[in-house]
């Protein structure tokens, strides 16, 4: 397993994962090994390693991840309101 699967697994495209949202700095994609009914990950497109390596450049990211985490929330909670 790679060391850092989301950049060197999904960010580079070696693993192929079905998208749900995309944003110029933010990817959501179905979980490869889902534990869940509906599982998605939201990642940075950019290298974090951790919630304390983040800066206070980032705001942005955290806000833009944020939102996109948002609206795949809405998308899947009116999905499974209609069926
Ligand atoms: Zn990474």
Redesign the pocket.
Known sequence: MAE?F??DEVLSGKTQVNRVLETENVLAYYHTRPFYPVHIVAIPKK???SLIALEESDNELLLELLGVIKKVATMVTEENRAC
Request: charged residues 15%; negative net charge; contains cysteine.
């Open positions: 850092d989301y950049c290298h974090i390693s």
